[in-house]
């Protein structure tokens, strides 16, 4: 597990894994600018099959597992992204993955997390549903830690709200985190300031928030061009933004500890 007591924990790549070539220039960028791991999303889920008159790009499937292995090598850097399924899971543990990621919408999915449960004993996150209590997200944990993982993240990623205009699809619910360090003062949390905020101008304020709140880290969206993101452009930071993120996140995780 990383150690927290000396800096905070900073995830950080791309949306969705577009190339190696594009992949690499990310993580060479955010591995020298103190990122803790880089991560990439391989198997990526969509809510619809066509948006803006565009069919949505899935990501590199099994093929971004070898990139993020190449990646981890050349920059000796932890790699995460995120599994759906059981065959994927299989998949990940073949590929010498260092951190699986089980996304909001699967959050639930009990027979999936299961098998992650018995299968896998390395660092796991688990993001929060979108529309789940911190009392069913601290179940799944208790589910994921049921064979003695001790390597276990939570990751406030935005929850539904009522406010779904300009961009902002999810809300960061910063108050969960002294709530749960309260009553989990063991736990790491993190907290998504990408998905959490849908525009990418919030990012920086966010994280403050999020450190000063109590979180452990952060997982930040960063883009060479996130205008020509295949995934979640508006939410996604430029590598310049993602330096001045990590100083702020820096300053504050050194004031509040």
């Known amino acids: 597990m990383f150690d927290i007591t000396k800096r905070p924990i900073v995830i ?10 594009q992949a690499d220039k990310i993580c060479s960028h955010v591995s020298e600018y103190f990122a803790t791991a880089f991560r990439a999303g391989v198997y990526k889920g969509q809510n619809r099959p066509i948006v803006n008159g565009k069919p949505c790009y899935w990501g590199m499937g099994d093929e971004g597992l070898d990139v993020l292995y190449r990646l981890k090598k050349k920059y000796n850097i932890p790699v995460v992204t995120e599994i759906q399924s059981e065959d994927q899971l299989a998949k990940a543990i073949g590929s010498e993955l260092d951190i699986l990621q089980i996304g909001a919408r699967h959050m639930q999915n009990f027979p999936l997390i ?42 406030e990623r935005g929850i ?23 009553d989990y003062p063991d736990r790491i949390v ?42 979640d452009g508006r939410q996604t ?21």
């Open 160 to 182: 539904v709200s009522f406010e779904r205009a300009n961009d902002i699809r999810w809300r960061l619910d910063v108050l969960a985190i002294p709530q749960i360090k309260s």
């Open 190 to 231: 993190l907290a998504d300031v990408s998905h959490g905020c849908g525009r990418r101008e919030f990012a920086i304020p966010m994280a403050r928030a999020a450190i000063a709140a109590g979180a452990d880290g952060v997982i930040v969206e960063v883009h060479s061009n996130p205008e020509e993101s295949k995934t």
């Open 237 to 257: 930071i430029d590598l310049a933004t993602y330096e001045k993120l990590v100083c702020a996140v820096a300053q504050m995780y050194t004031f509040i500890r």
């Open 114 to 155: 299961r098998s992650i449960a018995k299968k896998w004993n390395k660092p796991v996150i688990l993001k929060r549903g979108l529309g789940s209590t911190i009392d069913e997200w601290m179940g799944v944990y208790e589910h994921l830690a049921s064979n003695g993982n001790k390597n276990i993240m939570l990751c």
């Open 12 to 21: 950080a790549g791309p949306c969705a894994l577009e190339s190696e070539e």
